[in-house]
């Protein structure tokens, strides 16, 4: 039964962090708070999987209805755009007017702008929403038709600086290159890699550098690192160091933004909202929280927004309880598995962040025993695992990182990187 004097928690996104957080908190405080989530989506995406998107994989099978498990857990739900914060009055302004607060999540998560490099937009091809990547499906057979021994054809993916989260782009150079050799098409299509960055997926520190350099090398990318773009031309690649690259197909990951900019949250100039890094509350916003993508944690990533989704929900529930927070975002570790279809790439990452704004973050030295990288087979098996697992736990109403399915996926994750990953 509903309490009136519950307080009334406001969660916006119906994404990772914000899924995580309603539902957290409902399994947190039982019927003790009146729980509302916003989104303009009337689905959860789980947007890892899409990278299968070219490569045959049902966007449909990726999508979870929002309205049953939030209607489950007794969470009400309005389908509608949130568009402003007034963190004074403690009100969203949404689609359906304002909706007051006691507390608020924001987990509305980032978005891209290609805009940000002349020519980006016109010539490249996104990795971003599913949309994006059913075009690619579409270009990457066209291509594949046109290409023969006679006939070259040259596939470029492209890295920018203000990429979030450049993994996704490394694995679908990966996917794309088992595919062309899956189904023997591989004859007259040249893939080449260009990243600003100084060395491979250099987010996740130095581990990274050796083993996509191997895998480079096996598979005859070409690969080229401190290639900053300039512009793109439309059959080419401009870099500030004076080099260009040609190309037949440009794949781009571009710079992210916040997806939706909340002028009355303080944030930097790409929209990111900033908070105190244990507790991810808004700075000078005592009852506001962000999460996931469109907090200030310079790495973006659906592990990070889950971990801090908890740590989130777990200050606000003390709030409300008169306890202490268990959870704190004070040493995340990330996990990320970078698959390629015949191989896959297992990391579990500790991050540091370098200043109280988190503009960025670095893998701690010193801690080589958390920090571990390994190569197998069976991590791609281990992310197809992982990808039944989640969306399962999100279906039946429940936070992924918590509970006993949890702690024995993370307790054998744990023995299988020990044996794995150096
Ligand atoms: C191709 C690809 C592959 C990836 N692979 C991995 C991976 O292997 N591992 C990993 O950890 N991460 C991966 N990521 C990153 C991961 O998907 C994101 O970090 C994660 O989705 C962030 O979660 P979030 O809840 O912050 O945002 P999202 O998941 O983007 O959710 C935001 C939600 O807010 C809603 N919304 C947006 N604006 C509004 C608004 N104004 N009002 C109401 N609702 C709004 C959206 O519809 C959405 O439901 C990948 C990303 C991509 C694109």
Known sequence: MKNRTNPRILVLGGGFGGLETAFYLRMRLGNQADITLVSDKDHFLFK???IYIPFGQDVERLKIPLEPPLKRRNIRFMQTQAHQVDSIHRTVGTGEGAVPFDYLVVATGAGMRPEEIPGLKAHGHNIWTPEDMLALRQAFETLAAEASASNNRRVLFLVPPNNKHAGPLYEMAFLFDSWLQKHDRHDGIDLILTTYEDSYLQSFGNRFDSIISEEFDRRHITAYKQYEVERVEPNEVVYKNGQSVPYDLLVSFPPYVAST?????????RGFVTTYQESRRVIECPCIYAVGDISNFPVKQAYLAVLQADAAAE???????????TINYSHPVSMYVLDEFDT???????????NFYQQSAEV???DAETYRVGSSPVWHYGKKLLGMY????FRAGKPLHS???WQGMEAGLKVLSQVLTH
């Open 344 to 354: 896959a790439t297992f990391a579990q990452i500790p991050l540091e962040v370098k």
């Open 261 to 269: 900019p909340f002028l009355g949250l303080p944030s930097d100039p």
């Open 48 to 50: 890892p999987n899409t």
């Open 403 to 405: 509970g006993v399915a």
């Open 315 to 325: 200050h606000i529930a003390a709030d409300i309880l008169n306890t202490k927070p």
């Open 364 to 366: 701690p030295a010193g």
């Open 390 to 393: 989640l969306p399962q736990r």
